[in-house]
């Protein structure tokens, strides 16, 4: 079954630095990638998606991911964090070939400081 | 614009009753699912429809069901609620029947006590 997981579920990082959220994936074919963010009783608001096109994907808000078939790896960067960046982040798949169901990770709660 | 409406936005139900949630879809969008979000378990899909036929199920017990109207807006019924059904119940339409394009609801908030 395709997968993903996210590394630290919490991350902190002041403000102005760099921002580095880790999504794993498994999966036996190119899978479509996922990043959302969600604020504190909020639904869930897409960031940017990897569907096999450009390997280094540009979201909203100044953040980024590079699909790393090799590393199966889709992390999400930004260079530097706004308190407005505080929430929790979701890297979701579904398998390559398309699909209608999203599989999450388990999120990483994002916190900036001053 | 509008965007992917709830409705209730909270509700708090006691323990045996059932509970009926509500999701419009964006005009136009004809897919719709379901997804419910707890601590323990995080985001889990519950189902998708697609004009008015259930395309895909997650695996959740049977007191979960849906179903989609014409208009392409959903409902999702819980019966014989159990404390453990207290989560975030989110909705995502899109305009095909892939995942590509979802936006997402803010939400159902609900409390089961």
């Known amino acids: 079954a395709q997968s993903v997981t996210q590394l630290g579920s919490h991350v902190s990082v002041s403000e102005g630095a760099l921002v580095l959220l880790r999504c794993n994936y498994s999966?036996?074919?190119?899978?479509?990638l996922f990043w959302y963010v969600q604020y504190p009783n909020q639904g869930l608001q897409l960031l940017l998606k990897?569907?096999?096109?450009?390997?280094l994907v540009k979201g909203i808000n100044g953040f980024e991911a590079e699909f790393k078939k090799s590393e199966t790896s889709f992390h999400l960067t930004k260079p530097s964090a706004h308190m407005s960046d505080a929430a929790e982040y979701f890297c979701?798949?579904?398998?390559?070939?398309?699909?209608?169901?999203?599989?999450f990770g388990t999120g990483t709660q994002l916190k900036v400081e001053l | 614009k509008a965007g992917v409406t709830q409705t209730p936005r909270y509700l708090i139900k006691t323990r045996g009753q059932q509970v009926t949630l509500s999701c419009s879809p964006i005009?136009?969008?004809?897919?719709v699912s379901w997804y419910q979000q707890t601590p323990g378990q995080g985001l889990q899909f519950l189902f998708e429809?697609?004009?008015?036929?259930?395309?895909n199920k997650g695996n959740f017990p049977g007191r979960f069901s849906g179903r989609q109207f014409s208009n392409s807006r959903s409902e999702m019924n819980v019966s014989t609620l159990e404390l453990g059904d207290s989560a975030l119940y989110l909705c995502?339409?899109?305009?095909?029947?892939?995942?590509?394009?979802?936006?997402f609801g803010s939400g159902t908030r609900l409390t089961v006590v």
């Open positions: 005009s136009g969008h004809r897919s």
């Open positions: 429809y697609f004009s008015e036929t259930q395309r």
């Open positions: 999966s036996s074919v190119p899978p479509y």
């Open positions: 995502a339409s899109s305009l095909d029947a892939d995942a590509y394009g979802y936006t």
């Open positions: 979701a798949v579904i398998p390559g070939g398309g699909g209608n169901k999203l599989t």
């Open positions: 990897y569907t096999s096109a450009a390997t």
